[in-house]
């Protein structure tokens, strides 16, 4: 298998092949299967005392998550994958790696499930967060600590589509001796692959677009940190937050048409950005694939694509925001994002209702900002509801 290039412009040439077929290789199977069977197996029979064909017991190991895993790491260039049972289910993992009286720097603008964990759990636990707008990173070298551990944020962030530099803060990091981790979600390791650019560990919700049919819920961490994976694995087992077999057999064959899934989002995607700019019922539109996105040149750098995601400020307020959702006929009102289909959220009554007030005011969370997640039906049909939905909220 050909090296990935250190530049990051490029898609991986090799990615659609590894998505395919690293984890699923037939041989390893006694039917030679092409599609990895599924094993729902929860025990496994030992040769002896100390000798095991590599399986015991099913939340340590399984058959099924091993292949996904592997299919991973492959995919982010990475030596370790590691399956949770939700992206939250990953956060939880990584989170406790730390103790009581430990430092993380977090960006101010992530996934709301992300921010209530660490709200409401994770300080709970005297773990000290300070959350800080990544986009500038001398706002991380102001808020570390001598007891920080961890740098930890999403780029582009949900929802408002800000974007990191990547290379830079791994750079911060290891000057300081701390470890870095990066919810890359919505971008994926088609689009972005974080640990090229310097990052420790990369985290997913794989219920996203790496499943991408919107059926599986799973969390993943990847990283080539020998040390770090192990205590991570051995947090898998210990906390008990694994994911399914059949689950795992199901963002398998997610995995399997990611490439060409993300190339359609990324172009309907940029069609509607395109269309939303030049409608009179929007403000604004956030699109990081846009030129008049303030790092757009920064995002070219980094990423080789964009996802299907991006938002918009609708003109007016909650009553034009309430009509919009009542008008959309493909575009359906629903949380979460990355699957074939078309949805809509209002963020600040959605994913993150929980946030604080203040806090989504600071990121521009407003009563009419929608988030889209662009699915892959035919474009034509997709403008024509927004156009109609749009004219609708503001008549
Ligand atoms: C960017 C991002 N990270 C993490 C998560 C959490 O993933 P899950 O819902 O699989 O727990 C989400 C969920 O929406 C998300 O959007």
């Known amino acids: 298998m050909s090296k990935e290039k250190s530049e990051f412009l490029d898609v991986d040439p090799n990615f659609a092949t590894k998505a395919i077929h690293v984890g699923s290789e037939p041989e390893q199977w006694h039917s030679w299967a092409m599609v990895p069977p599924i094993s729902m197996a929860t025990t496994f029979k030992q040769m002896s005392l100390d000798n095991s064909k590599g399986y015991e017991y099913g939340r340590l190991d399984n058959p099924s998550r091993a292949v996904l895993q592997k299919c991973l790491a492959a995919l982010d260039e990475a030596k370790y994958g590691l399956c949770f049972a ?59 600590k001598p007891n920080t551990k961890l740098i930890y944020c999403e780029t582009p962030t949900n929802p408002t589509l800000k974007v990191t530099d990547l290379r830079k803060v791994a ?64 947090l ?43 409608h009179p019922a929007v403000e604004k539109v956030l699109h990081p ?33 309430r009509k919009f959702f009542k008008a959309i006929k493909i575009f359906a009102l629903a949380a979460s994002l990355g699957g074939v289909e078309s949805l809509a959220e209002l963020p600040t009554l959605g994913a993150h209702l929980h946030v604080p007030a203040k806090q989504k005011a600071e990121q521009g969370i407003t009563d009419n900002l929608i988030r889209l997640s662009v699915g892959i039906e035919s474009i034509d049909d997709l403008l024509e509801d927004l156009d109609q939905a749009l004219k609708a909220a503001t008549s």
Do not use: W
């Open 171 to 234: 750079e911060l990091a290891k000057s300081k001796n701390i470890l870095t981790a990066v919810d890359n979600t919505f971008l994926t390791s088609y689009f972005q692959r974080p640990l090229n650019l310097g990052i420790d560990v990369v985290l997913y919700s794989l219920t996203k677009y790496m499943n991408g049919h919107s059926d599986a819920m799973m969390g993943a961490l990847v990283t080539s940190n020998e040390e770090i994976y192990k205590r991570l694995k051995i």
């Open 236 to 278: 898998q087992n210990a906390m008990g937050i694994v994911p399914s077999p059949f689950d795992c057999a199901m963002v398998t064959r997610g995995l399997k048409t990611l490439a060409v899934r993300m190339r359609e989002h990324m172009s309907n995607a940029l069609k509607v950005g395109q269309f939303l700019e030049k």
């Open 86 to 144: 939700s992206g939250l289910g990953a956060m939880t993992a990584l989170v406790s790696l730390f103790n009581s009286g430990d430092h993380v720097v977090c960006g101010d603008d992530i996934y709301g499930g992300t921010n209530e964990l660490l709200r409401e759990v994770v300080s709970r636990l005297g773990i000290e967060i300070s959350y800080v707008n990544t986009t500038d990173v001398a706002n991380i070298a102001k808020a570390i």
């Open 289 to 321: 694939g846009l030129p008049s996105h303030p790092q757009y040149e920064l995002t070219k750098s980094q990423t080789s694509g964009h996802s299907g995601m991006l938002s918009f400020y609708l003109k007016g307020g909650l009553e034009e925001s």
